[in-house]
């Protein structure tokens, strides 16, 4: 089955560039059944979706974040990273990778996160 | 941008019923999704489009939704499923993804 892996650097300076990648095994990123998401979850707090890449290349990013958030894809390694810059101590959180489902019934559309990655934690400090 | 409302705690008896609710405006003209998340874990999707289970979710775990609660039902509560519970939707309106800020399940 599918299974997804985030990497990158634990800690990154303030006012710096967060740079993440994750590796999927077992499917493509370019499969159109789905899309590929980063969701965020700072220490003892709720998950917050900071955005998507589909295999066209288009994107979507949380508003609250889409000034400073830029999702990329790699379909040569099977990747897609994250790149979150001008970042704070705000930005420390477990980042998770997640394939998302796309689905329609004949009453209406949704979408899922189903796998996800183990997650990575990153610190922002100096 | 639309908002998902969770109780931040719910406590059950083993063996009893827990009721996980998510609130939000017409949250019955959506579809809603619950993940469970362990401790030091990554969360795992228990239910899709409102009472679906992925394939090795015990049938203890069941969804309803209508009006502007969705309801997360897991029947004879045992310890291994305390833990987070998360719904989230998709907004159509502005293709965006929201999470509701979690209940915390404890078993006594």
């Known amino acids: 089955q599918v299974q997804l892996q985030e990497s990158g650097p634990g800690l990154v300076k303030p006012s710096e560039t967060l740079s993440l990648t994750c590796t999927v095994s077992?499917?493509?990123?370019?499969?159109?059944?789905?899309?590929w998401s980063w969701i965020r979850q700072p220490p003892g707090k709720g998950l917050e979706w900071i955005g998507y890449?589909?295999?066209?290349?288009?994107?979507n990013y949380n508003p609250s974040l889409k000034s400073r958030v830029t999702i990329s894809m790699d379909t040569s390694k099977n990747q897609f990273s994250l790149k979150l810059s001008s970042v704070t101590a705000a930005d420390t959180a477990v980042y998770y990778c997640?394939?998302?489902?796309?689905?329609?019934?004949?009453?209406?559309?949704?979408?899922?996160?189903?796998?996800w990655g183990q997650g990575t934690l990153v610190t922002v400090s100096s | 941008s639309y908002v998902l409302t969770q109780p931040p705690s719910v406590s059950v008896a083993p063996g009893k019923t827990a009721r996980i609710t998510c609130g939000g405006n017409?949250?019955?003209?959506?579809?809603v999704h619950w993940y469970q998340q362990k401790p030091g874990q990554a969360p795992v999707l228990v239910i899709y489009?409102?009472?679906d289970r992925p394939s090795g979710i015990p049938e203890r775990f069941s969804g309803s939704n209508s009006g502007n609660t969705a309801t997360l039902i897991i029947s004879r509560v045992e310890a291994g499923d305390e833990a987070d519970y998360y719904c989230?939707?998709?907004?159509?309106?502005?293709?965006?993804?929201?999470f509701g800020g979690g209940t915390k399940l404890t078993v006594l």
């Open positions: 890449i589909y295999y066209t290349g288009s994107t």
């Open positions: 017409n949250i019955g003209s959506k579809s």
């Open positions: 489009y409102d009472s």
């Open positions: 077992g499917g493509s990123v370019s499969s159109g059944s789905y899309y």
């Open positions: 989230q939707v998709w907004d159509s309106s502005s293709d965006h993804r929201v």
């Open positions: 997640a394939r998302e489902v796309a689905y329609c019934t004949s009453r209406s559309c949704s979408n899922w996160f189903d796998p």
